[in-house]
């Protein structure tokens, strides 16, 4: 081995490269917070090669970026290796911020080091634009948002805001182009940059060694410092000598990597447990309310401040001014004695990370008390968790994974309810849970098509009830009467036999719904059904009213014939006034939804939209199977990001 | 020297025109973004039926067409919403009709969050930082405290009118959907 290092030392001189590292000179012995650059340095590469690795099976547009995302998630090893993406790029922004800290709090940036100072001050932003970059790649509902808001406020800022939003958005409006562009800076132009300035940053580091004030020595004179290594240091500063003269390596390094190893550690113990969130694919149409991430959370408090045309004022020039004022903070500490520069210092330090702290919990704090905030947070983790549910089911369609909650009857349901049917229909259990009718003046739907709901209405106090026909014309009209008509003057053996007769015609007439979790629960049994069947055309004569298979009329009463099914729902909602349900003036204010079929567009739901509302109604739609466990709540303001 | 001079300003000049080769489309390439995407065409839509809209309660509908993304068309989506306030018709006989439904687009023009309805107060909220807006579109301040009202301007009036359906006879709002700018105090139609 030896010899084949000499060997490549004669023909690289690798040996001498390596010098200035090799052997390095700590004159004030190793510290344990000098780890901190290293430990960024560190990150920065477990950055490096996560992110290559996972560009093997990403791919930016709207149409693949959510599905490659969700193919890496399949795969333990990708779901970790995002994991860490993810928490390393936190990890890698606070302890930028405390690598600053611990500069400033060192003066470690006096002369001759400003450019050490002032590259390391302009890679914290760089180094931040560089995570929010990566957010939206997973074209997730959050991630998305962010970069529309964030386009919006480059926008609204003055002169070049728009044209360079438009460069990043790609156009008008989010789309394939963001992606790709937010791609080419996240993984092109910002690590370049980056890697640049990173370099020049570790060089300075080289050639000026550590400051006086991290060695030790006296503060107020910086005339010895012209010359920069470290022989000239030792001498000018007899003192540097007194501790032993411990090289860097190992014995920094040790610390380092100690160091190192517990931020890591905690970076993938958290990966492993949690991994990278990945909320719903991005849709405009699925409600939202975005927030920035925590680090941008001050900005976004700071902003509720500033409105209208002065926006600018809180997106661009505070925090301008801020770093600029940490540019030029060498030139204002020269001026100080150092004892006025140790208080000036730490105020700054105080008064920076208070403002920072306050904004950022008034911000969180604002939104812990916002109960439609917290409730729009709940909803669309529960959207993800939907997504990713139809998503592990099968593969995904060409258009991508928007067309998951697009087509699924238990995500679009309620939103068509709400906005279609709740202006008179509600849509509770027995708990009081779900859509409550603004005016409830129709039946409540839960259960539509259930024995449950059936029997219902065959029962003479409830049918007349706000929860059936209590709020509509057929109050008064011949159903309720004839059920009432039933019960009339029969001793109670009779009625209870008479509960027992209804309860299998509403059992007979629920089959003929074909609910699928009721044929999953085993409610077809058939002798009951025959039952059913026999009593309802024969003694208790509904079909004098109803038309039922090839039994009684139409037009005087809704067809039972299929009653609750897929296609009865589709056609009673499409035109009630159809001679199958209510014709002519017996329909009361319930309007046709799709009658036109000449003109589709005319409709007031599209026949897409027709038949997700009534899978909704019919409870038809995927569920997974009850293996997995339920997923530990999260809390919605800290996940909320 | 003089050769000298020329030379550095030879190699200059040639190390200048190979960069220009890649620089002046590299460009260009860049700003393409800047260019006015696909034709927008039949902006005008019919978007409700007259009777259908209750009094003094916004309705929302989608506007729906094809969307072009880059490379892709997607033929049938939801481009945005827009709210349909119909007043209750103080007008007498013979005033025009057209003056019973505004519309407005649901695009917050703060920062262009979806623009809801708070059934409560019965008048507009955006969520995404509290903008709130009467039922005419302005701007309403909370009463309580110091919050100011994030918005810039009024929600964006849409141009709106009634038509007779001429095979059906019934009456349908009409909407020229437009897209404007957020963030300013004016409205600026989107380039
Ligand atoms: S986007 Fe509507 S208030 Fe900010």
Redesign the pocket.
């Known amino acids: 081995m030896q010899s084949f290092l000499n060997w490549l030392d004669a023909r690289t001189d690798y040996r001498q490269l390596l010098a200035p590292i090799r052997n390095r000179v700590l004159p004030a012995g190793p510290r344990w917070a000098y780890s901190t650059a290293s430990c960024l340095l560190w990150l920065f590469i477990i950055q490096l090669v996560t992110g290559l690795l996972l560009m093997l099976s990403y791919s930016p547009s709207t149409t693949t970026a959510w599905a490659s995302v969700h193919f890496i998630e399949q795969s333990a090893a990708g779901h970790f290796l995002r994991g860490v993406h993810h928490f390393a790029s936190h990890a890698l922004i606070i302890l930028c911020g405390v690598h600053v800290v611990r500069v400033l709090l060192a003066r470690a940036f006096q002369a001759p080091r400003e450019l050490l100072w002032v590259t390391g001050l302009l890679l914290f932003p760089l180094m931040l634009l560089w995570a929010i970059s990566g957010n939206p790649l997973s074209g997730g509902l959050k991630g998305v948002s962010q970069i529309e808001?964030e386009g919006?406020i480059i926008g609204s800022t003055p002169w070049v805001g728009p044209i360079i939003q438009r460069i990043l958005i790609g156009g008008e409006e989010v789309g394939h182009l963001t992606l790709t562009h937010l791609y080419f800076l996240h993984v092109g132009l910002l690590p370049l940059l980056v890697i640049g300035l990173l370099l020049f940053h570790i060089g300075q580091v080289y050639r000026h060694g550590l400051s006086v004030a991290e060695l030790g020595g006296p503060h107020d004179d910086v005339s010895h410092w012209s010359a920069p290594n470290l022989t000239n240091l030792a001498a000018a500063h007899p003192l540097a000598m007194m501790p032993p003269r411990l090289k860097y390596f190992p014995h920094q390094t040790v610390r380092n990597m100690t160091v190192l190893t517990v931020v890591f550690g905690i970076v993938a113990a958290i990966a492993w447990q949690h991994g990278a969130p990945l909320d719903a694919p991005a849709d405009p149409t699925l409600p939202h309310t975005p927030r920035p991430e925590w680090y941008f959370r001050s900005l976004f408090e700071l902003r509720r401040y500033f409105t209208g045309d002065w926006e600018f004022v809180a997106t661009i020039i505070i925090p301008a001014a801020v770093l600029g004022f940490f540019v030029l903070f060498p030139m204002l500490d020269r001026k100080c004695s150092p004892r006025v520069s140790a208080v000036l210092r730490v105020l700054v330090v105080l008064c920076g990370v208070g403002t920072w702290g306050g904004l950022t919990g008034m911000s969180y704090l604002r939104d812990w008390k916002d109960a439609e905030y917290i409730a729009s947070s709940v909803e669309v983790d529960a959207l993800s968790a939907r997504a990713r549910e139809l998503a592990d089911r099968s593969l995904l369609p060409p258009e991508g994974a928007i067309t998951l909650l697009r087509d699924d009857p238990k995500t679009q349901g309620p939103l068509l309810f709400a906005r279609h049917c709740a202006s008179c229909h509600s849509h509770v259990d027995a708990s009081g849970r779900g859509l409550v009718a603004s005016e409830p003046s129709a039946p409540n739907l839960h259960g539509f098509g259930t024995a449950e709901w059936i029997s219902g209405t065959l029962d003479p106090q409830r049918i007349a009830s706000a929860h059936y026909f209590g709020k509509t014309k057929f109050a008064e009209g011949d159903m309720v009467s004839k059920v009432k008509e039933l019960f009339d003057g029969i001793e109670e053996v009779e009625a209870v036999k008479m509960r027992d007769d209804l309860k299998l015609v509403a059992q007979a007439l629920s089959t003929e719904a074909a609910l699928p979790r009721a044929a999953a629960a085993g409610h077809d049994a058939q002798a009951p059904i025959v039952a059913g069947r026999e009593l309802l055309s024969g003694r208790l004569s509904c079909t004098d009213c109803h038309r039922f298979h090839d039994k009684g009329e139409l037009g005087s009463a809704p067809d039972l014939t299929g009653y609750g099914s897929r296609e009865w729902l589709l056609g009673m909602i499409g035109n009630p006034q159809h001679e199958r349900f209510y014709s002519g003036d017996r329909n009361d204010r319930m309007p046709a939804f799709a009658e036109d079929t000449e003109h589709p567009e005319r409709n007031l739901l599209s026949r897409r939209e027709l038949n997700l509302l009534v899978d909704w109604l019919r409870s038809d739609w995927y569920e997974p199977p009850m293996t997995s466990v339920p997923a530990k709540p999260r809390n919605p303001i800290l996940a909320g990001n | 020297m003089r050769r000298r001079t020329l030379l550095k300003w030879v190699s200059g000049c040639l190390g200048a025109l190979c960069a220009s080769v890649v620089g002046i489309p590299g460009v260009s390439f860049v700003l393409q973004a800047l260019r006015k995407s696909g034709s927008d065409v039949d902006r005008v839509r019919r978007v409700a039926r007259l009777k259908d809209l209750p009094i003094g309660k916004p309705v929302a509908v989608p506007i729906v067409g094809a969307r072009e993304d880059a490379w892709t068309v997607h033929p049938d989506e939801v481009l945005g919403r827009v709210w349909l306030v119909k007043r209750p018709s103080d007008a007498k006989d013979g005033a025009e009709p057209t003056a019973q439904v505004a519309a407005f687009s649901a695009t917050?023009?703060?920062?262009?969050?979806a623009?809801q309805h708070d059934a409560k107060e019965n008048r507009f909220l955006?969520?995404?930082?509290?903008?709130i807006f009467g039922l005419d579109g302005e701007r309403v301040v909370a009463k309580k405290g110091s919050q100011k009202n994030?918005?810039p301007r009024a929600m964006d009036l849409l141009d709106c009118r009634l038509v007779t359906d001429k095979t059906t006879q019934e009456v349908w709002v009409e909407v020229t959907f437009q897209k404007f700018e957020?963030g300013l105090t004016k409205k600026v139609l989107k380039a």
Do not use: I
Request: net charge positive.
């Open positions: 808001v919006h | 917050c023009p703060h920062l262009g969050c623009v955006c969520p995404c930082h509290r903008a994030p918005s957020q």
